[in-house]
């Protein structure tokens, strides 16, 4: 399985976000993925991709999302196909933290598609606008979006766990989102058949005339911080520091609340 092929770049990246491998008595073991049967092309693909028997079967039951939903599985039961899969990173048994980009050389649009195929969504939000995201408990995993997307569009994320549920939250809007699909949904890519019409649908939207662009975040230095404690007012500092007021309101209460250490003067 060499990762520096594309399509086998996918497919792992896929894997390792909605794929499991589970251990069996002795040597025995499976490796399943199963996902809405409107995509069960691209498990055909993995089937093709394959050089060891799998099967793949079919299955409607009712779930606490819809009454009844219809479900595709691929599964591969070789040890020698599971080993390989397991020595380039993906466990066995509980994952979703522990996942993290290849160690080898490897394809890293097609890579970073498959995972957001996976556990990723791409599309318009409720206002109309073109958006990627990820979401994910694995910080290597959030961690290399930001840094891929970054080279990509040049904007930064930085990435927190959501609070509610301790998993990450990776979101690209308007055109960085465009940008981003583009490089990662190219022509003649192996990808899910819905999220390669939505990352070329997303391509039409162009920004309203009097929509104003948002400039790139400036990063708070110790130096600012130091500032920004010392005036102890947000207006001030917002004048001294060339900031919106409202950036240094928020920054303030941050460092007050204990959210933000500063180191002492």
């Given at each position: 399985?060499?990762?520096?092929?594309?399509?086998?770049?996918?497919?792992?990246?896929?894997?390792?976000?909605?794929?499991?491998?589970?251990?069996?008595?002795?040597?025995?073991?499976?490796?399943?993925?199963?996902?809405?049967?409107?995509?069960?092309?691209?498990l055909?693909?993995?089937?093709?991709?394959?050089?060891?028997?799998?099967?793949?079967?079919?299955?409607?039951?009712?779930?606490n999302?819809?009454?009844?939903?219809?479900?595709?599985t691929?599964?591969?039961?070789?040890?020698?196909?599971?080993?390989?899969?397991?020595?380039?990173?993906i466990?066995?048994?509980?994952?979703?933290?522990?996942?993290?980009?290849?160690?080898?050389?490897?394809?890293?649009?097609?890579?970073?598609?498959?995972?957001?195929?996976?556990?990723?969504?791409?599309?318009?939000?409720?206002?109309?606008?073109?958006?990627?995201?990820?979401?994910?408990?694995?910080t290597?995993l959030?961690?290399?979006?930001?840094?891929y997307?970054?080279?990509?569009?040049?904007?930064?994320?930085?990435?927190?766990?959501?609070?509610?549920?301790?998993?990450?939250?990776?979101?690209?809007?308007?055109?960085?989102?465009q940008?981003?699909?583009?490089?990662?949904?190219?022509?003649?890519?192996?990808?899910?058949?819905?999220?390669?019409?939505?990352?070329?649908?997303i391509?039409?939207?162009?920004?309203?005339?009097?929509?104003?662009?948002?400039?790139?975040?400036?990063?708070?230095?110790?130096?600012?911080?130091?500032?920004?404690v010392?005036?102890?007012?947000?207006?001030?500092?917002?004048?001294?520091?060339?900031?919106?007021?409202?950036?240094?309101?928020?920054?303030?209460?941050?460092?007050?609340?204990?959210?933000?250490?500063?180191?002492?003067h």
């Amino acid at each position: 399985m060499d990762l520096r092929i594309p399509e086998y770049a996918y497919m792992f990246g896929f894997l390792q976000a909605d794929g499991h491998l589970a251990r069996g008595q002795g040597q025995k073991g499976k490796l399943i993925a199963e996902i809405n049967a409107r995509d069960i092309h691209i498990l055909r693909e993995f089937q093709q991709l394959t050089p060891y028997y799998s099967s793949i079967t079919e299955r409607t039951r009712s779930t606490n999302v819809s009454e009844l939903h219809h479900s595709a599985t691929w599964t591969l039961c070789s040890l020698e196909a599971r080993t390989i899969i397991n020595e380039l990173g993906i466990p066995y048994g509980k994952k979703s933290l522990s996942v993290k980009p290849p160690r080898t050389d490897f394809a890293r649009p097609d890579y970073l598609r498959g995972i957001i195929d996976a556990d990723g969504s791409l599309g318009w939000t409720a206002q109309g606008f073109p958006f990627l995201s990820l979401t994910s408990a694995s910080t290597a995993l959030a961690a290399f979006l930001c840094h891929y997307g970054k080279k990509i569009t040049g904007t930064g994320r930085t990435i927190s766990r959501n609070a509610r549920d301790g998993v990450y939250n990776v979101c690209y809007y308007k055109e960085t989102a465009q940008q981003l699909a583009a490089h990662l949904y190219y022509d003649g890519c192996l990808a899910l058949a819905h999220k390669r019409a939505n990352a070329d649908a997303i391509q039409a939207w162009v920004r309203p005339a009097g929509m104003r662009v948002a400039p790139p975040r400036r990063p708070w230095t110790a130096q600012d911080d130091a500032v920004l404690v010392r005036l102890g007012d947000a207006a001030a500092a917002a004048t001294a520091l060339d900031r919106t007021e409202k950036s240094c309101v928020m920054r303030l209460w941050r460092i007050r609340s204990g959210r933000v250490a500063v180191a002492p003067h």
